[in-house]
C-alpha cells in the first residue's frame, strides 16, 4: 500500500548528540512536511519542501534542519538535542499546495532525550 | 496569528452520540478538516468540509458548520470503544499554503 513510512518508531538521544530521524514516501506527493508535537499539544510545523524547495517557518530554531534528497525521502536533522526538543515527530506529505491538499501523515518518531 | 480552539477532554458512554467543537478565525479557510490520532500513532484524516457547506455526512460522522460564527462540529453516532482517540480540528488558511491544527479533544468512550 502506498504509505508514509517513518523510522524509528523511538528514538533514544543523549543530550546534544546530533540525531536524524527519517521518511519516505510512495505516495509521489511534491510536498513534504515536518511536524513536532509535544505531550497534550497540536503538531506544529517546523519545514516543508515543495519539490526541492525548502520552506523554514519562521520560529522554527536553527538547531533543525531538513534534507530532501529525492522524492521519496526526507529528514530531519537535530544538530544538538535539548531536553525541550523531546516530543513526537510526524512527517506528513501532500501533493501539491493548495485548497484541499490533504495531509497524510505517518506513524511519527517518538524521540526521547536522556 | 491563526488560531483553532478546541475543548481538550469528553467523555461518553458506549452507544451515545459524541459531539466535539472547534472554533477557528480565519474567515479566509476553505475548507476544514477533522483528524483522529490513536495512542503512539500520526492523525488519519476522518473527513474535512468545504466552507460554503452547512452540513456533511459520512456514515456514523456528521460534520456542521457555522461559517458566521467560525464553528465546527464533528457528531460521532453509536460510539464505540474504538472511537477512543484524540480528534484535532484543523483549517487551511493562505489558500491552502498552511495548515493550523487545534490543540486536539481527548475521547474517552466509557462501556
Redesign the interface.
Known amino acids: 500500500d502506498a504509505m508514509?513510512i517513518?523510522n524509528p518508531r523511538y528514538q533514544v538521544t543523549q543530550f546534544g548528540k546530533p540525531v536524524t530521524l527519517s521518511c519516505s514516501q510512495t505516495l509521489n506527493h511534491n510536498v513534504m512536511y515536518w511536524y513536532q508535537q509535544k505531550s497534550?499539544?497540536?503538531?506544529k510545523?517546523l519545514f516543508h519542501y515543495y519539490d526541492k524547495d525548502f520552506n523554514n517557518e519562521a520560529d522554527t530554531p536553527d538547531n533543525f534542519q531538513s534534507r530532501r534528497p529525492n522524492t521519496s525521502f526526507c529528514f530531519l536533522d537535530i544538530r544538538s538535542p535539548g531536553l525541550g526538543d523531546a516530543a513526537m515527530y510526524?512527517c506528513?506529505t501532500s501533493r501539491e499546495?493548495?485548497?484541499?491538499?490533504?495531509?497524510?501523515?505517518?506513524?511519527?518518531t517518538?524521540l526521547s532525550v536522556l | 496569528g491563526e488560531d483553532?480552539e478546541q475543548s481538550?477532554f469528553l467523555s461518553v458512554r458506549e452507544g451515545d452520540s459524541s459531539v466535539i467543537n472547534c472554533t477557528y478565525t480565519d474567515s479566509s479557510s476553505?475548507?476544514l478538516?477533522w483528524?483522529k490520532q490513536e495512542p503512539?500513532?500520526?492523525?488519519?484524516?476522518l473527513t474535512?468540509i468545504?466552507s460554503n457547506m452547512d452540513m456533511k455526512q459520512d456514515q456514523r460522522l456528521t460534520v456542521l458548520l457555522n461559517k458566521k460564527d467560525k464553528h465546527l462540529s464533528l457528531r460521532i453516532a453509536d460510539t464505540q470503544t474504538g472511537d477512543s482517540a484524540i480528534y484535532?480540528c484543523a483549517e487551511?488558511w493562505n489558500?491552502?499554503?498552511?495548515?493550523v491544527?487545534?490543540?486536539?479533544t481527548?475521547l474517552s468512550v466509557l462501556p
Do not use: H, I, M
Open positions: 508514509v517513518q497534550s499539544q497540536a503538531p510545523l510526524l506528513a499546495q493548495g485548497t484541499n491538499e490533504k495531509l497524510f501523515f505517518g506513524s511519527g517518538q | 483553532v481538550l476553505t475548507y478538516y483528524y503512539g500513532a500520526g492523525l488519519q484524516l474535512y468545504f484535532f487551511d489558500y491552502g499554503q498552511n495548515f491544527f487545534g490543540p486536539g481527548r
